[in-house]
C-alpha cells in the first residue's frame, strides 16, 4: 500500500476555498485515492475517490496529476461545520486491502 | 447514517475484564473491518471478516478476537482487558472484500477503569 503524506493541519476562514494535498509517490498503476472525513467521537464518512484528472462530486473536488504522485482535495466555500479530520488514502480496489491504512490526517480547522 | 449499527455506545469497565462489542453491516455487505482509535490518535486497522471468514489481520492483539456470524454481523471481543484498551472502537462495511470504500458505524466508546 503507497505511504501518503499530508498536512497534520490547517486553518481555514469561513466561506474560503480549502486545498488539502495527498502525497503519494509510490502509487502503484492499480490504486485508487480516496478521501474520508471523520468528526470527532464519529466514524470517519467517504468523500471522494478518483483513479486520475478530476472528480468532483456534491460535496468536493479531487484533482490528480498526470504522474499521480500526489492528489488535492478541495473544499469549496467551507463553513464551520467542515471542521474535520481528513484522511487521504490510497489503494488498489482490485485486491484484498488488508493493509488499509488511516494516517494522522489533516485537522482542518474553520474559523468564523 | 451510513447504516452501520454498532452496540452499545459506550462501555465502562475494570481492568482484567472481558467485553464484547456488535457491529451490524449495511445491508448487503459481505465484509466487516473493526477499528481502534485511541484519544488523538490516527485509526489502527484490527480484523477484516469476509463473509464468515477472516480475511485480513491488523495490529490486533491476541487478547482481542472477532467472529463474523452467518446473518453477517460480527462481534469484536476484548479480554484481560488494560487501561490502554480504552479507545474508540469503530466497525465499517463494504460491499466486497476489495473494497477502499468502508462504510463506518458510530462506534464503540470503550473506558477501561
Known amino acids: 500500500l503507497a505511504k501518503t503524506t499530508q498536512p497534520i493541519s490547517m486553518d481555514s476562514y469561513e466561506g474560503q476555498e480549502v486545498n488539502i494535498t495527498c502525497s503519494h509517490n509510490?502509487?502503484?498503476?492499480?490504486?485508487?485515492i480516496t478521501w474520508y472525513q471523520q468528526f470527532p467521537s464519529q466514524g470517519p464518512r467517504f468523500i471522494i475517490q478518483?483513479?486520475?484528472t478530476k472528480v468532483t462530486n456534491e460535496v468536493a473536488s479531487l484533482f490528480i496529476p498526470a504522474d499521480r504522485k500526489s492528489s488535492t482535495l478541495s473544499l469549496p466555500r467551507v463553513s464551520l461545520s467542515d471542521t474535520a479530520v481528513y484522511y487521504c488514502?490510497?489503494?488498489?480496489?482490485?485486491?484484498?486491502?488488508?493493509?488499509?491504512?488511516f494516517g494522522a490526517g489533516t485537522r482542518l480547522t474553520v474559523k468564523p | 447514517d451510513s447504516g452501520v449499527t454498532q452496540t452499545p455506545k459506550h462501555l465502562i469497565t475494570a481492568t482484567g475484564q472481558r467485553v464484547t462489542l456488535r457491529c451490524s453491516p449495511r445491508?448487503?455487505?459481505?465484509?466487516v473491518y473493526w477499528y481502534q482509535q485511541s484519544l488523538d490518535q490516527g485509526l489502527q486497522f484490527l480484523i477484516q471478516?469476509?463473509?464468515?471468514?477472516?480475511?485480513a489481520k491488523g495490529n490486533i492483539l491476541e487478547r482481542f478476537s472477532a467472529q463474523q456470524f452467518p446473518d453477517l454481523h460480527s462481534e469484536l471481543n476484548l479480554s484481560s482487558l488494560e487501561l490502554g484498551d480504552s479507545a474508540l472502537y469503530f466497525c465499517?462495511?463494504?460491499?466486497?472484500?476489495?473494497?477502499?470504500?468502508?462504510?463506518f458505524g458510530p462506534g464503540t466508546r470503550l473506558l477501561v477503569l
Open positions: 509510490n502509487i502503484a498503476t492499480n490504486d485508487y
Open positions: 478518483g483513479y486520475k
Open positions: 471478516y469476509y463473509n464468515g471468514e477472516e480475511r
Open positions: 445491508s448487503g455487505d459481505l465484509s
Open positions: 465499517a462495511s463494504s460491499p466486497q472484500d476489495t473494497e477502499v470504500t468502508q462504510y
Open positions: 488514502l490510497v489503494g488498489d480496489r482490485g485486491v484484498n486491502n488488508n493493509d488499509m491504512r
